[in-house]
């Protein structure tokens, strides 16, 4: 069983476009974050959903919305893509934020032309 | 501001030599410190997690240490096996700001 998912693995896509990426978990876990995987391997957060609400927004670009319908659900998405927004995008989730373990999805290769 | 970083980059060693990563950060306050294994084109695998008030977690092959005072961790894989070979990254959660700060990898080849 895949604890965390997320769909699609790769997104290629013209400038311009809106864009989704899709996050789910089975662990039960209260809180799902996003991070970013720039070229150079640095990953950093992006936001942080505790029981469907927003607990960290980090210096990211409005035309990135991120919407949590139910506890196990966090989608992103992208307006306007731009070409540094190309990158790895990883969902991740812990039972509560703060000392607990995170688990990582498998991540989404977004490549924007 | 939170700094995790790790040294070396990248390290390349011989099948069943002993690995040292090493992880530094400049904020002590701190809440946990974990280490997490990516491979190529894949997500990340949580190895271990250390709480603050902990010294040391060993999982198997591994073992890792916190120096909250000094800001210092470092993962021991013992007997390295060429299914090591991976990126090892270490990240900690800081009591400011609420979030999980990565550093950027050491990159390990374990040569059979």
């Known amino acids: 069983d895949t604890a965390v998912s997320q769909t699609p693995k790769y997104l290629v896509t013209q400038m311009g476009n809106d864009k989704s990426i899709k996050c789910e978990q089975n662990?039960?876990?209260?809180?799902m974050y996003w991070y970013k995987q720039d070229s150079k391997k640095f990953l950093k957060i992006m936001f942080s959903?505790?029981?469907?609400?927003?607990?960290i927004n980090e210096t990211v670009p409005n035309r990135f919305s991120p919407k949590s319908p139910d506890k196990a659900h966090l989608n992103l998405h992208i307006n306007s893509l731009e070409l540094g927004d190309s990158a790895v995008y990883f969902c991740?989730?812990?039972?509560?934020?703060?000392?607990?373990?995170?688990?990582f999805g498998p991540g989404t290769r977004l490549t924007v032309l | 501001k939170q700094e995790v970083t790790q040294i070396p980059a990248a390290l390349s060693v011989p099948e069943g030599e002993n690995l040292v990563l090493n992880c530094s950060f400049t904020?002590?306050?701190?809440?946990?410190l974990q280490w997490f294994r990516q491979d190529p084109g894949k997500g990340l695998t949580s190895l271990l997690l250390i709480q603050s008030s902990q010294r040391e977690q060993t999982s198997g092959r591994l073992n890792a240490s916190l120096d909250k005072s000094s800001g210092r961790s470092t993962l021991y894989i013992a007997a390295s096996q060429p299914g090591d070979s991976a990126t090892y990254l270490c990240a900690v959660w800081q009591a400011a700001g609420n979030k999980l700060t990565f550093g950027g990898g050491t990159r390990v080849l374990v040569k059979p």
């Open positions: 662990l039960g876990h209260d809180t």
């Open positions: 991740a989730s812990s039972q509560q934020p703060g000392d607990n373990e995170q688990f």
């Open positions: 904020d002590s306050a701190i809440y946990n």
């Open positions: 959903y505790n029981n469907k609400e927003l607990i």
